[in-house]
Antibody, heavy 117, light 110 residues
Framework: QVQLVQSGAEVKEPGASVKVSCKAS????????IHWARQAPGHGLECMGL????????TFAQKFQGRVTLTRDTSTSTVYMELSSLISDDTAVYYC??????????WGQGTLVTVSS | QSALTQPPAASGSPGQSVTISCTGS?????????VSWYQQHPGRAPQLMIY???KRPSGVPDRFSGSKSGNTASLTVSGLQAEDEADYFC??????????FGGGTKLTVL
């Protein structure tokens, strides 16, 4: 069955970077996009960007351009999301999700990133 | 501010029907038949309920249905059950590898 398993919770200081992983299984990793979104406490979901695991090409929401890096490792079917120059407003649950038929059909369990000094 | 506008809250009694709207623009909802709807219970990851405006993934009850008119998409939950109480949000494709999100609607089963 399709699964996306994310890495565990992180606590970071302001100005630091965080790297979250998303390991896919149960389907052909290079066949579908992986999207990233985040949800701050008490708020709705916010689109961050996507990666095409086949060729590594990426697209980012304007708000995150220059601060987010998406990479993939096809040997382990894993996508990585790195967010730099963290501020307190980056405290959120970060999700990866598989893109299929222009929808997000499977989601990771979420990774809580807390930014605090 | 979300690109797609949803009412912050909706409610209904068990057995009733409730409809949640998702209003975008001619650049997203109005142009593409790629609106999807998600259910999210507290502390859980979102679950896909509707894709391509009105299609249901395997396993989603047929009490959930979707539609679209112009720049507004809608999710209808018929025969409300207690387990339907959750947050619901919409996503629309907007072209050029861009997706736009709704702010979410909290559905309360009275």
């Amino acid at each position: 069955q399709v699964q996306l398993v994310q890495s565990g919770a992180e606590v970071k200081e302001p100005g630091a970077s965080v790297k979250v992983s998303c390991k896919a299984s149960g389907y052909t990793f290079t066949g579908l996009f992986i999207h990233w979104a985040r949800q701050a406490p008490g708020h709705g979901l916010e689109c961050m960007g996507l990666i095409n695991p086949s060729d590594g090409s990426t697209t980012f929401a304007q708000k995150f351009q220059g601060r987010v890096t998406l990479t993939r490792d096809t040997s382990t079917s894993t996508v990585y999301m790195e967010l730099s120059s963290l501020i307190s407003d980056d405290t959120a649950v970060y999700y990866c999700a598989r893109g299929n038929s222009y929808a997000y059909d499977y989601w990771g369990q979420g990774t809580l990133v807390t930014v605090s000094s | 501010q979300s690109a797609l506008t949803q009412p912050p809250a909706a409610s209904g009694s068990p057995g009733q029907s409730v409809t949640i709207s998702c209003t975008g623009s001619s650049s997203d909802v109005g142009t593409y038949n790629y609106v999807s709807w998600y259910q999210q219970h507290p502390g859980r990851a979102p679950q896909l309920m509707i894709y391509e405006v009105s299609k249901r993934p395997s396993g989603v009850p047929d009490r959930f249905s979707g539609s679209k008119s112009g720049n507004t998409a809608s999710l209808t939950v018929s025969g409300l059950q207690a387990e339907d109480e959750a947050d619901y949000f919409c996503i629309s494709y907007a072209g050029s590898r861009d997706w736009v999100f709704g702010g979410g609607t909290k559905l309360t089963v009275l």
